[in-house]
């Protein structure tokens, strides 16, 4: 076996992973107000442009769309043409997003070359990272196809995704977030989080009148994911919308439960940018595979 991972975008991915040369990804874009098509980037100056110019009270919300059936047709050829025969594909949630099914249609045109074995992540962001991460170990290992399909399919199944939001009238008006039409006219300001459910839209499971509250909640539920898992060291992270101080004081509060477990911290780009808004947060939990 010679594998390769394809994934779109919305993974975020960092270093080491990004420097792979197994690993593809299909960009997201996003469309202006002013009809200019850019491509996402989790560059901090980018970024930073981005919410200054475009996620301004009063301005229309820029447009995402997920990659193109043509940019996975391209992916799909050099991943042939690099001499892989199979390729791990891990996408957005397809509760949120079609990238899942379009992967799956135009990869069904190159089965005859490739073995193809996609995984509908729970969510995005560090969600995807973590499962990305375990089969690059996984690859690496020299495990077998069936393996490796075994133990990603229970990883992604025992995985938990969360995004806390500031505020809720893009990701609204995005449609990502039905479960707060019932927040919408609220008098009083509370901080959501929300749980991005398998093949389903992000449902709401509570709110908080202040950051440290909701801090304190997440990092109670990681202490007990982490007791769920015996036999297994976990991976914990945070995404953040320009809000690193925010993901450092999450941090800090789950390290305060949890002493020396790892926490990743990791930017989210554009396109979710402009449907979660400045001082958003991801939050994501799954296992290690077990193997080192």
Not at 155 to 180: C, M, P, T, W, Y
Not at 221 to 237: L, N, R
Request: aromatic residues 8%; contains cysteine; negative net charge.
């Amino acid at each position: 076996m010679k594998a390769a991972i394809l994934c779109d975008s919305s993974a975020y991915l960092a270093s080491p992973l990004t420097g792979r040369e197994d690993l593809y990804q299909v960009d997201f874009t996003l469309v202006l107000p002013n009809d200019e098509v850019i491509t996402e980037s989790t560059d901090e100056t980018h970024l930073e442009n981005f919410f200054d110019e475009w996620m301004q009270e009063g301005t229309p919300q820029p447009k995402t769309a997920q990659p193109g059936i043509q940019d996975y047709h391209d992916a799909f050829r050099k991943i042939i043409a690099a001499g892989y025969d199979t390729v791990f594909g891990v996408y957005l949630s397809s509760g949120v997003s079609g990238t899942f099914q379009t992967a799956h249609a135009v990869g069904q045109e190159y089965a005859d070359q490739l073995n193809i074995i996609n995984f509908d992540a729970v969510g995005l962001s560090v969600n995807m990272e973590q499962l990305i991460r375990q089969l690059t170990i996984m690859i690496d290992a020299g495990k077998s196809v069936e393996e490796i399909q075994e133990a990603a399919t229970w990883l992604n199944a025992q995985s938990r995704f969360f995004i806390a939001v500031e505020k809720h009238d893009n990701l609204i008006k995005g449609g990502r977030g039905e479960s707060l039409k019932e927040l919408e006219n609220d008098a009083f300001k509370t901080l959501p989080v929300l749980e991005y459910i398998p093949e389903d839209t992000p449902v709401l499971t509570e709110t908080y009148r202040t950051s440290k509250q909701r801090n304190k909640k997440l990092a109670e539920f990681a202490a007990e994911y982490s007791e769920k898992f015996p036999d297994h060291k976990i991976q914990i992270g945070i995404g953040h919308t320009l809000s690193e101080n925010k993901a450092l004081k999450l941090r800090e509060a789950i390290r305060e439960l949890l002493p020396g477990q790892p926490v990743e911290i990791r930017m989210i780009g554009t396109a979710f940018c402009s449907h979660l808004g400045r001082n958003a947060l991801s939050f994501g939990l799954m296992p290690k595979c077990g193997v080192e």
